[in-house]
């Protein structure tokens, strides 16, 4: 891949609502403690482009699963969906209910497949 940056170009990150992709995709791999990448598409666009070992919870189901969800308040859990909009909503919505580490994966699934992975196709 070239060397482009952790970000989308020109994106208004927000550290405290925000992970970029390269670290999420570094936590994720080393099934780092304390992390979760919860993926909020529904389950046709999983047919199309996921991240293995992620776990699926579609945005409308997401308030019921919460009180499912064996994590603690401050862990670290990044919110992924196709272009970071809706993970974005999500990660203030879990921000609200008290999940403070709750952070969208900026870019989503498209900068993913920029940055780090092209075989994921991009719808």
């Known amino acids: 891949m070239t060397d482009l940056p952790n970000n989308p170009p020109n994106y ?4 405290a609502l925000e ?7 570094d ?3 080393a099934k780092a403690a304390e992390f979760l990448l919860i993926d909020i598409r529904e389950p046709h666009e ?5 991240i293995p070992g992620s776990t699926n919870i579609p945005m409308g189901d ?3 699963a919460l009180a499912e969800l064996e994590i603690e308040d401050d862990t670290l859990v990044a919110v992924l969906c196709r272009t970071g909009k809706r993970s974005l909503d999500v ?5 609200e209910q008290g999940f403070t580490g709750a952070r969208s994966v900026a870019g989503g699934i498209h900068w993913w497949s920029d940055r780090l992975d092209s075989s994921l196709t991009k719808y």
């Open 12 to 15: 208004p990150f927000n550290d």
């Open 19 to 25: 992970i970029s992709v390269v670290e999420t995709n």
């Open 27 to 29: 936590k994720h791999n």
């Open 46 to 50: 999983l047919e199309i482009a996921a």
């Open 62 to 64: 997401l308030p019921a």
């Open 91 to 95: 990660a203030m919505y879990m921000h």
